[in-house]
């Protein structure tokens, strides 16, 4: 079955730690997208990519980084700069007119 | 910018109901726009869509219809069952090299109740 797989389901990070958190898509999807949810809320992009080895921010980049090596996968790390990681962070891929589809998700909790 | 706005929930309803849950959106262009779903602890499922205007989505009873003078795209059910409580997000994309870039509302709770 074609699909969005994100791994781990649950995460937990020290102060002070960068986490990278999986995502993978065997749907042959161009694009690839992070988003964070927050309780309550809806969802924010963090980063994008329509192609591989380029990706642009999102609207709340900052403490976030990103690589696109490959069409099937988009990791996400959140590093010592992003001040409030404690989240819900959602993969997605899409083609045009295809999706956006998502994955299940990574709850992030810093300790 | 472009900006969704959906209806304040909770919404809670009986088995059996008829559900209507509001959106609109501001955004330039022709935009696409779309629902999802979300069960807890899950991430978001794509319930359905609508590229242009006039054109009616609709999935497992759910449908929404694009309204551009209106610009909305309200979300209707005729007959709500417990297995339909979850939250629902209403979302907009601009479409073209953009289309998976979403613009999310703040996500309306449904619960039904037996």
């Known amino acids: 079955d074609g699909g969005i797989t994100q791994s781990p389901k649950y995460l937990f990070r020290k102060e002070g730690q960068n986490v990278t958190l999986s995502c993978e898509q065997n749907l042959n999807h161009d694009a690839m997208y992070w988003y964070r949810q927050d309780p309550g809320q809806g969802l924010r992009l963090i980063y994008y990519?329509?192609?591989?080895?380029?990706?642009q921010k999102g609207d709340i980049a900052e403490g976030y980084s990103v690589s696109r090596e490959k069409k099937e996968s988009f990791p996400l790390t959140v590093t010592s700069a992003q001040k409030n990681p404690t989240a819900f962070y959602l993969c997605a891929s899409s083609d045009e007119g295809a999706g956006p589809f998502f994955g299940p998700g990574t709850r992030l909790t810093v300790l | 910018g472009n900006s969704v706005t959906q209806m304040e929930g909770p919404v809670t309803l009986s088995e059996e109901a008829f559900l209507t849950i509001n959106c609109t959106y501001t955004?330039?262009?022709?935009?696409?726009l779309f629902w999802y779903v979300q069960y807890p602890g899950e991430g978001l499922q794509l319930l359905l869509k609508a590229t242009k205007a006039d054109d009616k989505g609709s999935n497992k009873g759910f449908e929404a219809t694009y309204r551009k003078e209106t610009t909305s795209f309200h979300l209707e059910k005729g007959s709500v069952q417990v297995s339909d409580s979850a939250v629902y997000f209403c979302?907009?994309?601009?479409?073209?090299?953009?289309?998976?870039?979403?613009?999310f509302g703040q996500g309306t709770i449904l619960t039904v109740h037996p």
């Open positions: 990519s329509q192609i591989v080895n380029d990706f």
């Open positions: 955004a330039t262009g022709y935009p696409s």
């Open positions: 979302a907009l994309s601009a479409g073209g090299t953009s289309y998976g870039k979403l613009t």
